[in-house]
Nanobody, 115 residues
Framework: QVQLVESGGGLVQAGGSLRLSCAASGSIFSIYAMGWYRQAPGKQRILVASITKWGSTNYADSVKGRFTISRSNAKNAVYLQMNSLKSEDTAVYYC?????????WGQGTQVTVSS
């Protein structure tokens, strides 16, 4: 069974940086897209950034210019470089992989930005 393992979350001061990583424990064939979502307390889960199999990227307006998503097709991995972090970026971040076989989610990693 495929599992997505996330790492890289933590506590950082405003203006700092973090890099999130997510790798699939098993093989996933025919991936359409990979992405990162986040959910703040009391709010809905929203898309932060996504990247297609062709490398096209999409970002939430709130993170444009600060976050960069990348992927490794060989490793079935997706990364999120987060710079100039703000307190409003505080949330649980989830990675997501969309493939022919289904929609996969990571367990979530906490990112806390102190002001």
């Amino acid at each position: 069974q495929v599992q997505l393992v996330e790492s890289g979350g933590g506590l950082v001061q405003a203006g700092g940086s973090l890099r999130l990583s997510c790798a699939a424990s098993g093989s996933i064939f025919s991936i359409y897209a990979m992405g990162w979502y986040r959910q703040a307390p009391g709010k809905q889960r929203i898309l932060v950034a996504s990247i297609t199999k062709w490398g096209s990227t999409n970002y939430a307006d709130s993170v444009k210019g600060r976050f960069t998503i990348s992927r490794s097709n060989a490793k079935n991995a997706v990364y999120l470089q987060m710079n100039s972090l703000k307190s409003e970026d505080t949330a649980v971040y989830y990675c997501n992989i969309q493939a022919v076989a289904g929609n996969y989610w990571g367990q979530g990693t906490q990112v806390t930005v102190s002001s």
